[in-house]
């Protein structure tokens, strides 16, 4: 491991930081997850880095991850999926430093190294949610993006919009649901949510990649989409819908006491007629199915105002490394935050490399600049 503040260069008998790329896991977004490897596996420096990929199963086994990612599409005839193995990935301590190792039964015990920096690929919860950042916390790992509280607070989306509001951010009209309050008063939460008005977009709480969620247009169809959304998760947000334009900023944690830096906004438009609203095929499966502008057609005051809140939103919830944040710009030009994404769809084409590939960051670059920022970064409370 680094020792506090000393340059990457001359680490050991390494002459590369070591990287850990962990991807898959147990949620409903391991395909994504896949996808997003695969995208940073290609792309990252690999004379500069030397590079580990993971997978975690779905059963929540760590394998190491196949040399050949070229197969790991979303658009192919099954999704792509890290399987188990014989032989099990586990961090642990030797000689002071946390290495890799590799056991399988009735085998000895492989030893792959030292591990500098992980990258956690990771969406949805048991990944995205401080649970694996809590895991690399105790081991005393460096790793890139949000800490444990800011993975919470991000991945939940009931308790984002009470730090928003706390931080003065303006955040729509919407309803929490326990799965208590639905099964002991289905009524109840049915008279809540009519009071919102329709349309509504019923989600899941702590799930992303737009998994659960569905739009509402009328009270009769409340129950169905409640369902559907507490496959994956049983508390809820529903939401009013919101009468504006769907703008996102890109956000990248400031070097050393530097501010966070923004991207240039940019705006969503997802083709008409296929989807009611950018759901995870458009985000995914179908390249035409949506096309991102950058920097959004909006005033130049407006562009300002939208990267100056996602600073906020981004030191509202104690993000580091990275995240995605969304808002609705109205048609008065009021901007109403929806969400920041503490751990971003981050494939080639999504959104949140394409911002900063336009704003002048190309993708490798940008993950060099992440890998930088987990290494500067120290280990404990912070």
């Not at 946390?98 to 009735?106: D, G, R, S, T």
């Not at 009931?158 to 326990?178: D, W």
């Amino acid at each position: 491991m680094l020792e506090e503040n000393v340059s990457t260069e001359g680490r050991n008998a390494r002459s590369r930081p070591r990287v850990a790329v962990l991807f898959g896991g147990r949620s409903s977004e391991h395909a994504v997850s896949c996808v997003t490897a695969a995208g940073v596996l290609g792309a990252i420096n690999q004379e500069k880095y030397e590079v580990i990929p993971i997978g975690i199963a779905k059963t929540g086994q760590w394998v190491l991850g196949p040399a050949d990612t070229g197969n790991w599409s979303l658009a192919s005839s099954s999704l792509p999926e890290v399987l188990p193995s014989a032989q099990t990935v586990t961090l642990a301590e030797i000689g002071g430093e946390h290495q890799l190792i590799v056991a399988a039964p009735n085998e000895v015990p492989q030893e792959l190294g030292p591990v500098d920096v992980v990258f956690p690929l990771l969406h949805g919860p048991f990944g995205e949610d401080g649970t694996i950042q809590g895991l690399l916390e105790l081991s005393d790992t460096r790793y890139v993006g949000a800490g444990v509280l800011a993975s919470a607070v991000g991945m939940d989306k009931h308790y984002m919009k009470v730090v928003f509001e706390a931080a003065g951010l303006t955040v729509g009209p919407y309803v929490a649901v326990t799965d208590r309050q639905w099964r002991k008063d289905p009524e109840a939460v049915r008279k809540q949510v009519d009071h919102l008005g329709f349309p509504v977009f019923v989600k899941p709480a702590r799930a992303g990649s737009s998994m659960g969620i569905s739009k509402v247009d009328s009270l009769e169809d409340l129950d169905a989409a409640i369902e559907v959304a507490r496959l994956h998760d049983l508390k809820l947000v529903i939401e009013a819908g919101i009468v504006g334009r769907e703008i996102e900023c890109a956000v990248l944690e400031g070097r050393g006491r530097d501010a966070p830096r923004t991207s240039m906004p940019g705006e969503i438009s997802v083709s008409g007629g296929r989807h009611k609203f950018y759901d995870f095929t458009a985000k995914y499966v179908e390249d035409d199915a949506a096309a991102l502008s950058c920097p959004a057609d909006i005033p130049a005051e407006a562009i300002a105002r939208v990267r100056e809140l996602a600073a906020t939103a981004f030191d509202a919830v104690g993000a580091e490394g990275l995240s995605r944040v969304d808002f609705f710009y109205t048609p008065e030009g009021e901007l109403i935050i929806n969400e920041i994404n503490t751990m971003p769809g981050f494939t080639p084409k999504s959104m949140y490399p394409q911002m900063w590939d336009a704003s002048g960051l190309g993708y490798a670059d940008l993950i060099d600049e992440l890998i930088y920022l987990a290494l500067h970064r120290n280990t404990g409370l912070r």
